[in-house]
């Protein structure tokens, strides 16, 4: 039959094969390889243990999203192209300088 991809080894060569991490897949190749060991040298090659990931898990997890206490609301508006230039050529942070410039103006004008 042809297509067929047989193999000429035994099933014995076959386990001894695998027994000496020589498979043809990659999973069997990393369960026969050793695990990982720490020379206990470098500080920074240390593995972290269950405890320190659960932790850096949690410390990224509380990091995502709005800040709590945040009175600020998304909304879509749109500007000149040379105004939004001019606040973003001053680098990181222009939202923040755009709302303050607005806040400003608000304080000098009537309410309507």
Excluded: C, H
Aim: aromatic content about 6%.
């Amino acid at each position: 039959m042809t297509g067929l991809k047989t193999t000429s080894m035994t099933l014995d060569e076959l386990r001894a094969a695998s027994a000496q991490g020589k498979t043809k897949t990659q999973k069997n190749r990393v369960q026969a390889s050793a695990p990982y060991a720490w020379d206990g040298e470098d500080e920074d090659d240390r593995p972290l243990t269950r405890e320190e990931m659960q932790a850096g898990i949690e410390t990224y997890r509380r990091q995502r999203g709005r800040p709590t206490g945040s009175d600020k609301e998304s909304t879509t508006i749109r500007f000149d192209r040379d105004v939004l230039a001019a606040f973003r050529a001053g680098g990181p942070g222009w939202q923040t300088r755009m709302n303050a410039v607005l806040r400003d103006w608000l304080k000098t004008q009537s309410p309507v």
